[in-house]
């Protein structure tokens, strides 16, 4: 009986635990389950597109566009903690509610980009780094945390 009892425990301990484990962070659904953080550089000189994209499943790539290319080529540097992933969305998407539209590009700017296929919504901020503007403020400090979580960027 105790024996019984002991397996039945122990196999209901590695099916919860199993089943907490899928991968993706407790914040993504099915209606952002493509979803795709971009930040980094432009030079709207050449169009030369630098930076960083952070998908669902927390993998973090770098990402290059050229003048001459449709999409971005990209290669996977890391991986982000599920939780940490999930506070950035959450502080993401506040900026969108907030300032629905940041547009201060100059030769060299910086941006953020919030890309959702599923549900339809593609969100770019961008604005001149030399400045500090009142609209670009919760946009800058997302992309310096961003920067800050970078692996050559961690404190070791």
């Not at 994209?53 to 927390?58: A, D, E, K, V, W």
């Not at 996977?76 to 939780?83: A, C, Q, R, V, Y």
């Not at 509610?97 to 941006?111: D, G, V």
């Amino acid at each position: 009986m105790k024996i019984r009892f002991f397996s039945i425990y122990i196999l209901l301990a590695i099916f919860l635990v199993s089943g907490c484990k899928t991968g993706k962070p407790a914040c993504i659904t099915q209606k952002n389950e493509n979803l795709k953080i971009r930040w980094g550089m432009h030079n709207y000189k050449t169009n030369d597109i630098r930076g960083y994209m952070l998908n669902t499943n927390s993998e973090l790539f770098m990402i290059y566009k050229d003048s001459l290319s449709t999409g971005y080529s990209d290669s996977l540097i890391g991986k982000f903690d599920p939780e940490e992933f999930c506070k950035i969305l959450r502080v993401f998407e506040k900026n969108i509610m907030k300032i629905q539209t940041l547009n201060e590009p100059a030769e060299f700017s910086r941006f953020i980009e919030y890309d959702n296929p599923v549900e339809n919504m593609f969100v770019r901020a961008v604005w001149n780094s030399k400045f500090k503007t009142v609209s670009s403020e919760g946009f800058r400090r997302l992309y310096d945390s961003l920067e800050a979580r970078l692996p050559q960027n961690k404190k070791r």
